[in-house]
């Protein structure tokens, strides 16, 4: 392995940078419960789950202060790992692992970096114990063995402020992708306004048919243009028809997959988290090389002279209709639930005039519009971000000298 080290890195074991610590809530202080999420780092349990997960007593949590890792022992192949930066310390659950960095070889925003990759790569899985039956632990004590190269501080902490930028250009994006969503959200309450005095019907009465997709498995990564692929329930989950989230289906397959998305159609998850279920987007376009899966269904409407498809894809989008579907969805799991044909279409929606329809379709459109181009620029800066990490992180792409000589001249300076 001496040779694939990058020039200038050297190669150390997790144990000669970093140490586990243990300290427990011995005194019963009144320190903030967290949870280690995959996406989203600590948060506090009582914002991340919808009642309390964890025990009254917390004299056995371990307490993680700013600048401490903790990785879900049990979850760390999943990703489930942070380093505390928002809270000035927590409570964490004596199921997780909490360490810090020991050497002033390394920063520490790099080493969650590297330790993120790692663990989502299965980097980590022969250290770890437990069959194919059962969840795999990772023990601090197996995980301070695992070797890995690093670079000199100066160039870590040079890696760090790049990806920085790109995470805080995708947090921006992100930010305004939820301001359109919300005011796409404002148009609909004309409907509201102007639905109150509005006839009522079912929606079996507006719609001519209501058409499934075919269960095939695939690969979950990006589509050549050769290539045919099939829907995921992600498809349209952001209240937005977003066709690249798919799976690649072979050719063997091709013969089983049936329904392509039409052009002024909606596409509607019969089957998600209760939270999710009933998700639906308009279709603008026909798409011939995807297909829906047996998850989502295609919504044609019987007369478009009198229903605006546009509007209607709003009105399922409100809350009151998600509410409503998610109450008529049913399943053995708690965490997939399914709507019926018969409970969907027995749905009842105020129906005001067409051009009243046709007005809150067109405002919405553009919201939608610009929201659509701030998705393809998200995707674009979440791709890139991501191979610029893989690069970096593993020195074959390596920055500018005078990018490393900033750090450098601040570590002088504070010395």
Sequence with gaps: ??????????????????????????????????????????????????????SDDTSNYKIVRKGQFAYATIHLDEGSIALLKDFEHGLISPMYTVFEASSALVCSDYLFLCLKRFALSGRFDPYSNGGVNRRKSISFGDLKAFRFALPPLTEQRAIVEVLGAM??????????????????????????????????????????????????????????????????????????????????????????????????????????????????????????????SDKLWQIDIRDRKSVNVRWLSLVLGTPRMRKMMSVRANGTSSSMQNISKSAFLGLEVSVPAIKVQNAIADAADVFETRQLQEQSYLNALKSTRAALAQELLSGRLRLPESMIARHREKSERAA
């Design 1 to 54: 392995m001496q040779s694939s080290i990058p020039l200038g890195w050297q190669e150390l074991r997790i144990g000669q940078i970093a140490r586990e610590i243990s300290q427990r809530n011995r005194n019963s202080a009144d320190i903030p419960v967290l949870s280690v999420t995959k996406h989203n780092g600590f948060v506090r349990s009582s914002e991340y789950f919808t009642r309390s997960v964890h």
């Design 167 to 292: 995470e805080e250009a995708i947090t921006k994006s992100e930010a305004l992708i939820g301001e359109l969503s919300a005011g796409k959200g404002h148009i609909l309450k004309l409907y509201e306004a102007e639905s109150a005095s509005a006839p009522k019907m079912k929606l079996r009465s507006m719609v001519k048919s209501l058409t499934a997709g075919v269960s095939v498995g695939g690969e979950a990564r990006g589509k050549y243009d050769h290539e045919f692929g099939v829907l995921r329930t992600s498809s349209v989950s952001s209240g937005i028809f977003l066709p690249d989230q798919l799976k690649v289906i072979s050719e063997d397959n091709l013969d089983r997959v049936a329904t392509n998305p039409k052009a002024d159609c909606i596409i509607i998850s019969r089957a998600n988290t209760p939270e999710l279920v009933g998700a639906s987007a308009y279709v603008r376009e026909n798409h011939n090389n995807v297909f829906l």
